[in-house]
């Protein structure tokens, strides 16, 4: 519906139906179809107008829609596309509820590595739909700064079951990488053997050898070593057997703990030597040494009449990890909902979603200790289910 005669806009009106309307759109939106929108609700004819407008919003201070080059011959397309956008939308145009957005929700799910279409980024999703001061937060940090900010919380507020869990899942990640420290680290360690019996030995190379700076001692946090384990354990498992599936796994970790030592050992504790090195013999010497070590490091960690043992601790810290991304943005979420009702703001779906969700979440979390696959799939149907009725209630755009 156009304006009536003699009515006047408000300031940045134009503005925001143009971020509206790019925002509620699949994709980048040709700029021929955004001044036929802006002729049809604003009656704006003005092509010069409608241009100042679009790169106004594209500069600074807005820096809120991207302009995507056209090909020859076509017309400009813009559109939203990264979080900087979204904030910058936030600061300069605090009306607009940018949750209620596909497009909007996308961007956070998919910047805060989340695969779309994933159990955790669907729930994030419907998390994100119904809490305006949950979506503020996700636009304000980063993921791994919500995860440390719900393992802060878990730590000082005893009562929190999910706190409780948090706390659970993180003490069989630590048991694991206790356990697989003390056996490369038993003497002598990785380093020393693979120093002594391969890179002054095998290699014979002086000017290899004179640009190390010699030590034995090996650092490896428990947050490095949860990267590699997690690296190592997002692969598919498909038609395998549990003990290929295991010594599979066990090599990625093996492969993973060689690179960080020796980035360590060839690297922070760099002599100036290494540099004149030729580059091709450097980089041969350099993956002969990480092959070497990542066998050293399998043969100390894969036990093989442990095998079984290796495979539950595995599965283990697989069901881990959807613990903590499952509960740590639970507790950020239920964080936000106390500070709704607090803040007089909470809306009924925030309240109508966190009933629902706790017929399902007990019986869920019990049953990823027994068979992971199915309790996370009951959780996603869920989800699914739920965001598909928020939408019909809410219409969303």
Same mark, same amino acid.
């Given at each position: 519906?156009?304006?009536?005669?003699?009515?006047?806009?408000?300031?940045?009106?134009?503005?925001?139906?143009?971020?509206?309307?790019?925002?509620?759109?699949?994709?980048?939106?040709?700029?021929?179809?955004?001044?036929?929108? #802006?002729?049809?609700?604003?009656?704006?004819?003005?092509?010069?107008?409608?241009?100042?407008?679009?790169?106004?919003?594209?500069?600074?201070?807005?820096?809120?829609?991207?302009?995507?080059?056209?090909?020859?011959?076509?017309?400009?397309?813009?559109?939203?596309?990264?979080?900087?956008?979204?904030?910058?939308?936030?600061?300069?145009?605090?009306? !607009?509820?940018?949750?209620?957005?596909?497009?909007?929700? +996308?961007?956070?799910?998919?910047?805060?590595?989340?695969?779309?279409? $994933?159990? +955790?980024?669907?729930?994030?999703?419907?998390? *994100?739909?119904?809490?305006? /001061?949950?979506?503020?937060?996700? *636009?304000?940090?980063?993921?791994?700064?919500?995860?440390?900010?719900?393992?802060?919380?878990?730590?000082?507020?005893?009562?929190?079951?999910?706190?409780?869990?948090?706390?659970?899942? @993180?003490?069989?990640?630590?048991?694991?990488? $206790?356990?697989?420290?003390?056996?490369?680290?038993?003497?002598?360690? =990785?380093?020393?053997? !693979?120093?002594?019996?391969?890179?002054?030995?095998? *290699?014979?190379?002086? !000017?290899?050898?004179?640009? *190390?700076?010699? /030590?034995?001692?090996?650092?490896? /946090?428990?947050? $490095?070593?949860? @990267?590699?384990?997690?690296?190592? #354990? $997002?692969?598919?498992?498909?038609?395998?057997?549990?003990?290929?599936?295991?010594?599979?796994?066990?090599?990625?970790?093996? +492969?993973?703990?060689?690179?960080?030592?020796?980035?360590?050992?060839?690297?922070?504790?760099?002599?100036?030597?290494?540099?004149?090195?030729? @580059?091709?013999?450097?980089?041969?010497?350099?993956?002969?040494?990480?092959?070497?070590?990542?066998?050293?490091?399998?043969?100390?960690?894969?036990?093989?009449?442990?095998?079984?043992?290796?495979?539950?601790?595995?599965?283990?810290?697989?069901?881990?990890?959807?613990?903590?991304?499952?509960?740590?943005?639970?507790?950020?979420?239920?964080?936000?909902?106390?500070?709704?009702?607090?803040?007089?703001?909470?809306?009924?779906?925030?309240?109508?979603?966190?009933?629902?969700?706790?017929?399902?979440?007990?019986?869920?979390?019990?049953?990823?200790?027994?068979?992971?696959?199915?309790?996370?799939? =009951?959780?996603?149907?869920?989800?699914?289910?739920?965001?598909?009725?928020?939408?019909?209630?809410?219409?969303?755009?």
């Amino acid at each position: 519906m156009g304006r009536n005669q003699g009515e006047h806009l408000r300031r940045n009106e134009v503005k925001a139906g143009i971020i509206e309307f790019i925002i509620s759109s699949k994709g980048a939106v040709p700029e021929p179809e955004i001044r036929k929108y #802006l002729g049809k609700k604003y009656e704006i004819e003005d092509q010069g107008n409608i241009k100042n407008h679009l790169r106004d919003l594209q500069r600074r201070p807005y820096s809120c829609i991207e302009k995507i080059p056209p090909k020859p011959g076509f017309a400009n397309k813009w559109d939203i596309k990264k979080i900087e956008n979204l904030r910058n939308i936030r600061l300069h145009f605090p009306e !607009i509820r940018l949750n209620i957005y596909e497009k909007s929700l +996308n961007i956070v799910i998919e910047e805060r590595d989340y695969n779309s279409g $994933t159990p +955790n980024a669907n729930r994030f999703r419907v998390q *994100l739909f119904l809490s305006v /001061s949950f979506f503020d937060m996700c *636009l304000k940090n980063n993921i791994e700064t919500l995860y440390a900010k719900a393992d802060e919380i878990g730590q000082f507020c005893k009562g929190s079951g999910k706190g409780q869990l948090l706390q659970l899942a @993180k003490n069989t990640n630590n048991k694991v990488y $206790t356990e697989f420290m003390e056996r490369i680290l038993t003497n002598p360690n =990785v380093w020393l053997v !693979i120093y002594k019996e391969y890179i002054s030995d095998s *290699l014979k190379s002086e !000017i290899c050898r004179k640009s *190390l700076k010699f /030590s034995e001692d090996i650092e490896m /946090s428990e947050e $490095t070593f949860q @990267k590699i384990v997690e690296e190592a #354990l $997002t692969m598919q498992m498909g038609e395998i057997s549990p003990k290929e599936l295991c010594r599979i796994m066990l090599s990625e970790i093996s +492969n993973g703990m060689s690179c960080e030592i020796i980035d360590q050992k060839m690297f922070k504790e760099m002599h100036i030597e290494l540099l004149k090195i030729p @580059k091709e013999i450097l980089a041969e010497q350099l993956a002969k040494v990480l092959e070497k070590m990542s066998e050293e490091i399998f043969n100390r960690i894969a036990v093989e009449e442990n095998w079984k043992e290796h495979y539950h601790e595995l599965l283990q810290l697989i069901a881990c990890k959807q613990k903590n991304h499952l509960l740590s943005l639970d507790i950020i979420f239920d964080h936000c909902l106390q500070r709704d009702i607090v803040e007089g703001t909470v809306s009924p779906e925030e309240k109508e979603f966190v009933y629902e969700e706790e017929k399902v979440f007990d019986r869920v979390v019990a049953e990823l200790d027994k068979n992971l696959i199915p309790a996370v799939k =009951v959780y996603d149907n869920f989800l699914i289910e739920y965001f598909e009725k928020c939408k019909e209630k809410v219409r969303i755009p």
